[in-house]
């Protein structure tokens, strides 16, 4: 009887100090993450087949250089092929006869998270939450953090903000899968359009394909996805700029249409001018006095 996807999924592998398995955590663009131990630590290890890492390897060269308590750390990267796993190309003959391929994968060991900000929204997470005001705090000072590393994050959104198993809990930027270094302007080249659309800068949207040679990347669109996500997480999933359907053509339009709903004092101030490098420091800073008292 031919073993299912999910039991091989479900079967514990390990691969020196870092073992894993369990229920499969989630997939990205080059692998798959599992739950797994590393020293002795609960941690989320990345399974990548080493084929498919030619995109993968930028992000974790980016994110090996990161330390800071809002951006998801990576623990330790290792990589063999002790263990088999069919190819993406073999996977219906694997599926049909049980046939293996012996392949190469890497191991990506990450911080454990309980869940991301769209989980919390959508009441998938419900565990403990920071005051809102220092979820934003700790969203700006990640982004804030990246940027002082002369990086462009390009994919802010609320699936990729993690929410820590720690006590107390702390909100962290992930996923550096489009991630690019700057220029000493805050700029870098542009080879297509990369981001989610929903939570792209115009700018970004409206590229012209024939024109990417000319076309820069820009921190302040970082800044424009952070405080899109700000606003998501402050009226609790209500987008900006509008329904699935009209987000895209409200924001290259210019036209935030759920900007006259009633916000926080600290909501009105994050949507008054998203474009503004100063709305992530004004939340700092705001979220520094107000620890204080």
Known sequence: MATSIESLYRSAAKKGTISYGGQLLGNGRYGYVFPGKFNGLDVAVKRIQLVDCEGEEREIELQKKLNHENVLKILEVDEDNDFRFPTHVFLIEYLLTENFMSIYFRYVVLELCAGTLKHFIKGKYTGPMPLDKKVLYQIASGVHYIHSMNLIHRDIKPDNILISFTDPVVMKVSDFGLSKATSHRGTCSVSGIKGTPKWMAPEMLNLNPKELDKARGFVQSDIFATGCVF??????????FGDKYSIEKNILNGN????????TNIGRIVTKNLYQY???????KQARRDRRH
Do not use: A, M, Q, W
Not at 231 to 240: A, E, Q, S, T, V
């Open 231 to 240: 606003f998501y997480f402050i009226k609790r999933g209500i987008h900006l």
């Open 278 to 284: 100063s709305t992530v420091d004004i939340i700092i």
């Open 256 to 263: 935030p249409v759920n900007l006259e709903r009633k916000c």
